[in-house]
C-alpha cells in the first residue's frame, strides 16, 4: 500500500491568458468575417495569424486594441477589456509609406509607445523616458537615423521605428500585422528576434499577422488560420497540412515540408510578399 502525502502537492496557479476571445463574431453590415471564435493566448505564447486577403485578420487585431466592437462574444486583453491607447499592448501596424512632408523624427514616433499615464512628467522621467527610446531604437539598429524626418527615410527604416514605437513599452501582448514587409532579409531575421524575445523573455502574448509563415516558423507556438469565416487553431504542423487547409479553403491545396519550409499550392494567396529568412 502506498502512503498518502500528508500535504497535497503545491500547484502552481495557472496563468490567465493574456487574450481571450470567447464566442466572438465580427460583421460588417451583412458580412460575417468570423464568428464562434473561441480564443486564448498564454503570456509568452507565439501565435501566428494566416489567411487570405480579406479574411479578417487585421480587423481581429483593431478588435484586441479597442478601435473596433464585436458583433457577439467577449474579448479581454491584457487582463482587461479591450480599449484605446493602453501601453501594456504594443502595435505594429501595415505598414503604409509615409508622405516625404511627415517631419515628426522617429524618436518621437517611438516615444509616444510611452505616452501613457506615468509617462513624461517631471526631470527623472523625462531621463528615464530617453534611455529607454535611445534603448528601443538601439534594437532595432536605428540610431543613425532615428533623429531624421520619417517622410525622408526608406519604407524599412520607418519599418523598423515602427517595431521599437511598439517595444519600448514592453508590452505585455504585442500586436504585428505584417511586421516583416520592406525589410531586408537580415533585418527580417532580427526583427523577428526582437519580437520573439518580447514572448520568450519578457512574457509577452505575440499575435502575428503574417501571408508567409516561413520566416518565423521555427518561432511560431500555433497557428490562427482564417479563410471565408471558417478557422482552425493548433500547433504549425495541425493547421499547416494538407488535409486542414484543403478543408478550410473547400479545394484541393497541398502542404509540403521541404528543408525545413512549408510550401503550400494550389491557393493563390500564398505569394510571398516577403524574401525569406533562411532562419528566424
Ligand atoms: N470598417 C469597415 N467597414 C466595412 N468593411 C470593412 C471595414 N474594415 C474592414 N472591412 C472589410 O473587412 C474585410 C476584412 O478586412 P481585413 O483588413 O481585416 O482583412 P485582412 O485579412 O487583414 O486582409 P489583408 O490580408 O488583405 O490585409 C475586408 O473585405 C475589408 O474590406
Redesign the pocket.
Known amino acids: 500500500m502506498t502512503a498518502k502525502p500528508e500535504t497535497e502537492p503545491v500547484l502552481a496557479p495557472p496563468t490567465a491568458p493574456a487574450v481571450r476571445l470567447r464566442d466572438a463574431a465580427l460583421s460588417?453590415?451583412s458580412?460575417t468575417?468570423w464568428s464562434g471564435l473561441d480564443l486564448e493566448v498564454a503570456p509568452g505564447e507565439f501565435l501566428a495569424v494566416l489567411?487570405?486577403?480579406?479574411?479578417?485578420?487585421?480587423?481581429?487585431l483593431?478588435v484586441l486594441l479597442g478601435l473596433?466592437p464585436l458583433s457577439a462574444g467577449t474579448v479581454e486583453i491584457a487582463g482587461g477589456p479591450a480599449r484605446r491607447g493602453s501601453n501594456r499592448i504594443g502595435y505594429i501596424p501595415?505598414q503604409r509609406a509615409l508622405e516625404a512632408t511627415v517631419t515628426v523624427r522617429g524618436t518621437d514616433l517611438v516615444g509616444f509607445g510611452l505616452d501613457g499615464h506615468h509617462w513624461g512628467v517631471g526631470f527623472r522621467n523625462r531621463r528615464e523616458r530617453k534611455r529607454r527610446v535611445e534603448a528601443a531604437v538601439r534594437a532595432v539598429e536605428a540610431t543613425e537615423y532615428a533623429r531624421m524626418p520619417l517622410g525622408l527615410l526608406s519604407g524599412g527604416e520607418q519599418q523598423r521605428l515602427r517595431v521599437a514605437q511598439a517595444l519600448v513599452s514592453d508590452p505585455s501582448v504585442l500586436l504585428c500585422?505584417?511586421p516583416l514587409l520592406s525589410l531586408d532579409i537580415a533585418h527580417q531575421r532580427k526583427v523577428s528576434r526582437l519580437i520573439a524575445n518580447q514572448a520568450r523573455q519578457a512574457g509577452a502574448a505575440v499575435l502575428f499577422?503574417t501571408?508567409e509563415i516561413n520566416p518565423v516558423l521555427p518561432l511560431v507556438d500555433r497557428v490562427l488560420y482564417?479563410v471565408d469565416g471558417r478557422f482552425r487553431v493548433g500547433p504549425p504542423d495541425e493547421v499547416m497540412n494538407s488535409a486542414t487547409l484543403s478543408e478550410l479553403y473547400r479545394t484541393d491545396v497541398e502542404v509540403a515540408r521541404v528543408g525545413g519550409r512549408l510550401v503550400v499550392a494550389g491557393v493563390d494567396d500564398h505569394d510571398h510578399h516577403v524574401p525569406e529568412a533562411e532562419e528566424a
Request: hydrophobic share 20%.
Open positions: 460588417y453590415g458580412r468575417l489567411g487570405p486577403n480579406g479574411s479578417g485578420k487585421t480587423s481581429l483593431k473596433q501595415q500585422d505584417e499577422v501571408h482564417l
